[in-house]
């Protein structure tokens, strides 16, 4: 072969492993638990696979993670064997492959094994899946910790997944009240899954009660979403026509196309979350959820 050949080929071979849409890294969060966040994640992750991306799913619900259930897995490996095995390790080695592509590190198998998964390991991880992903989904647990609040530093969106429950509702508030603090809040966009859920809340009053625009809602579907779920096919895959998977797949364009990405410079997140400590800020209290729009700031 010519040169000039060699040259054109290697070109070509260049563009075509360009990738096409940015590396993503999306933390998939909550305030109190059962709101959605597996079920988005691995509905998410379907989508993605779909569409040709190279797609990890890191399941750091270190105590109670369901995403090898959700999605009919049954690992060899999870993460507490990678943290057994030390940061030396491939941490590819640890994950499974579902039939649909998507590479999934699985949460510890017992809840008592959390423990031996620290911050500084989960970062790794991430880092490591990331590198090698388009599409990185982190599922945390529920709350706001050390380790939820060092992903949603790293992530480039943050999907704050709630349902429309007074607790959760005043919860996924404060929750993004903390979030705007740490001035992260321009990556956040809320998922308001189970809608209509049974609320006092007027669907309309919503965005006003959450001090945020960014809203996303996915229909509560009795029937068929827990039955995909215990299946452990995501409802995308089984039914790809019904409201729910064209929704999560609205949601997914907007993912991939939208970057909103602003990374913070500056002390770290944890730096400055002790620094809201004992300042107007940490006075959340349940009266301001009624705040109206515009006095809150
Ligand atoms: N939109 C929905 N409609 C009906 N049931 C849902 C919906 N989303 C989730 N569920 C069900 O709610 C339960 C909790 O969902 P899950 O995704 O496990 O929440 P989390 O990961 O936040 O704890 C599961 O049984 C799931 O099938
Ligand atoms: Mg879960």
Known sequence: MSNRKKEVLHAVNNQESTPTTPKKMIAICSAIGGTGR????????????????????????????????????????????FAMAGKGADVTNYCTIH???????????????????????LEFMWSSLHEVSDVLLVETSSGLYDQSLQLMEQADHILLVTTGGMAALKNTRLMIETIEALDLKNKVSVIMNQSPAPSVIKPSEIANLLATDSIYELPYDIKRIPLSFDNGTPIVDSIPTCEFSKKIMTIADHLVS??????????TVLQRLKGLRGKKHELISKASIKEPEGEHT
């Not at 079920?39 to 109670?64: H, P």
């Not at 939208?258 to 002390?267: D, H, M, W």
């Open 258 to 267: 939208n970057n909103r990405l602003e990374k913070q410079s500056g002390n």
């Open 38 to 81: 597996t079920t988005v994640t691995v509905n998410l992750a379907s989508i993605f696979a779909k569409r040709g991306l190279d797609v990890s799913v890191m399941d750091a619900d270190r105590q109670f993670g369901d995403i090898s259930l959700a999605m009919d897995l049954d690992p060899v490996y999870t993460m507490k064997d």
């Open 99 to 121: 039939k649909n592509g998507v590479q999934v590190l699985p949460a510890p198998e017992r809840p008592e094994y959390a423990e031996l998964i620290s911050t500084e390991l």
